[in-house]
């Protein structure tokens, strides 16, 4: 039976996959919240999430065999899918059948076809699909990009990105069979942000990769990749990231009359940074650390209650999800891949940022 806190409703929701980032920020956020809560871990490693539902007080585990009767059952609202990339569209097209609204980790899929069933079968069935773009509910990120949108580094021209750190031998990251690797992993928040910061898409992309071969971490996935995005208007980005480099985390946009830093810019365990220069000001905030997790699950869960369409929808996975792809063919062929024009989308605003203070340890 769904639960109220005081007049409010709570959105109940099933996290389905027991690894590192279920453990150390999904699960943890909720607990911050009163509009949502945790009523089930979904997982092929029982003792692992049996562990993990008595640490936090989640009352139900379930098996992946098992995940029917889950959604036959009234334990649950919605599902966060927090599982390897290949399995992101089956578990979401059978959530969103059973009448559940889906939460799903980015890339949101590994194939168009697989993505465009995802967002098919939740308008079908009436519930929403979001993706999990944690950056768009993120106090820094919203600051950066209102201070691009009120003109204050004048027109946006060219932003360039890094995201980079050394992966660990054996981290799911470099495994070819959950589609890891770099561009993947860590260059869709490059993208995504490329796309908000000039409010369009890509309409032709390039790119290089490159492998270690004496490296064993890379034996089937590049360690790096280097992209080149055009957008309309003869406005351009360009981003790095890495698997095997030292940890950086920034991008910059520079613009017809200033420039704007983030730094940090991407990761979560940390609070972000921004710093402008332009002709007529200069400004450096250090943002509040907020929790960009309880951040994107309340928003999700005020979504759900109010029958208001999430932002980072599934649309919005889609789009990156071509973007990476024709990134892929770039660096196969080592020629320039166009993109189709896309109409444009509501972006990240005041209306999806969340600000929830993370727990003190």
């Known amino acids: 039976m769904t639960k109220f806190f005081e007049g409010l409703k709570v959105i109940r929701y099933a996290v389905l996959g027991a690894g590192w980032i279920s453990q150390t920020a999904f699960i943890p956020a909720v607990s911050l919240l009163e509009n949502s809560q945790i009523t089930a871990i979904v997982s092929g490693s029982p003792e692992r999430a049996r562990s993990l539902a008595d640490k936090h007080g989640i009352s ?7 995940f029917d009767e889950l959604l036959s059952s ?17 578990f979401a097209i059978q959530a969103a059948k059973a009448g559940k ?87 869709i928040y490059c993208i995504n942000a490329a796309r908000h910061v000039f409010a369009a898409d890509p309409i032709a ?12 971490r890379f034996t089937n996935v590049d360690d790096s990749i280097a992209v ?3 957008f309309p208007g003869n406005r351009l980005a360009q981003f790095y990231c890495s698997f095997g480099a030292y940890p950086v985390d920034t991008y910059r946009v520079v ?20 710093s402008l220069k332009s002709r007529d ?3 450096y905030v250090n943002f509040p650390h907020y929790d960009h997790f309880a951040g994107q699950i309340s928003y999700f869960s005020d979504c759900i209650e109010q029958g208001r369409p999430p932002q980072p929808c599934g649309e919005e996975g889609l789009v990156d999800l071509e973007v990476i792809f024709a ?27 969340r600000t929830i203070r993370k727990a003190v340890a």
């Open 228 to 230: 080149t995005l055009r």
């Open 255 to 274: 613009g017809t009359d200033g420039v704007l830093t983030m730094d940090p810019g991407f990761r979560f365990e940390q609070s972000m940074s921004m």
């Open 60 to 66: 139900h585990v379930y098996s992946y065999e098992d």
């Open 205 to 216: 992309v390039s790119a290089m990769s490159s492998r270690r071969t004496d490296d064993p």
């Open 101 to 187: 609204h889906v939460m799903v980790e980015k890339p949101i899929a590994t194939s168009l076809p697989d993505a465009d069933a995802m967002i098919a079968t939740a308008k079908e069935s009436g519930v929403y699909l979001m993706t999990s773009y944690r950056l768009h509910h993120d106090i820094g990120t919203i600051a950066a990009l209102d201070a691009i949108r009120d003109g204050r580094i004048g027109e946006p021209v060219f932003m360039s990105a890094t995201f980079s750190f050394q992966s660990d031998v054996g981290n799911h990251r470099l495994d070819i069979e959950h589609w890891g690797g770099p561009l993947q992993d860590i260059g």
């Open 281 to 283: 000001e200069s400004e």
């Open 74 to 90: 009234d334990l649950i609202d919605a599902v966060y899918i927090a599982l390897p990339n290949p399995l992101h569209a089956s």
């Open 327 to 353: 990134i892929e063919r770039a660096a196969a062929s080592g020629l320039p891949q166009t993109l189709a024009p896309r109409e444009s989308r509501p972006r990240p605003s005041n209306e999806t940022l």
